[in-house]
């Protein structure tokens, strides 16, 4: 069975650009809704989907976590050739870590970050968020429940790698973070089953910029830009950011 795959995004705005950027396993619809609520305060917003992602889980693992780098890297330099000099980052889970690691890089003007993991020693979660994936994109391919498993088990042995440069791809901004200077709103679900929540205080406490928040949301999961508490976000990360200096 042939799926709609998702595409990238671009909603232009004015001179004011935000690179948003998704999590491990998702694609351009975790972020599509704070683009839309960002562009109607009129801001630009563009969202990639780094490779592997957006396709079968199978294509998943066939990508590398340096991949995804590279391609953050690609879309920031894609708003640069557009024309937009003021560009932040706000980033879901895994594409937080890679827009800590952008900002570390490269002067932005802000970076958000949405429970975004610092401590690699939930494994266990991210196997079991991989394996919901991989399960549910192959229930939509119609397979029966015994092939299923089959897929999917084969698929948690081909993954191993793939988890292994994830880790250290946190450790590596994890180390980094005491080097930022970047304006920076930390954005945490209090009921995030997905990683150590710990990371939201690590990230606060280590990032040297004198202007930063941290804001926990009490009803909240880790896929936090669909939760009940969206609204909420929406507004606050708009007030964050029209709060600095473009």
Not at 170 to 186: A, C, H
Request: hydrophobic share 40%; charged share 25%; aromatic share 10%.
């Amino acid at each position: 069975m042939k799926m709609k795959q998702p595409e990238p995004f671009m909603f232009k705005g004015d001179e004011r650009a935000v690179l948003l950027l998704h999590g491990f396993t998702g694609h351009s619809a975790d972020v599509r809704m704070l683009g839309r609520y960002l562009n109607s305060k009129g801001y630009t917003c563009f969202a990639p989907i780094y490779r592997g992602h957006g396709k079968s889980p199978e294509e998943l693992v066939e990508a590398t976590a340096e991949e995804w780098w590279e391609d953050v890297q690609a879309a920031y330099q894609h708003l640069q050739e557009e024309g937009y000099e003021k560009i932040a980052v706000a980033g879901l889970s895994l594409g937080g870590v890679l827009g800590l690691r952008l900002a570390c890089n490269n002067p932005l003007q802000a970076v958000v970050t949405m429970c975004s993991p610092m401590f690699f020693d939930n494994e266990e979660q991210l196997t079991i968020g991989f394996r919901k994936f991989a399960k549910e994109y192959k229930q939509l391919e119609k397979k029966d429940e015994a092939t299923i498993e089959q897929e999917v088990h084969q698929l948690l042995d081909n993954s191993k790698e793939l988890f292994q440069q994830i880790a250290q791809s946190i450790e590596r901004v994890k180390e980094d973070v005491d080097m930022l200077y970047t304006p920076t709103f930390v954005v945490q679900a209090a009921n995030d089953q997905m990683i150590n929540t710990d990371s939201a205080n690590y990230i606060y406490q280590t990032v040297e910029s004198d202007q930063k928040l941290i804001k926990w949301y009490e009803n909240a999961g880790h896929a936090i830009t669909f939760s009940n508490a969206k609204d909420e976000l929406h507004e606050d990360i708009a007030e964050f950011f029209a709060s600095l200096d473009w």
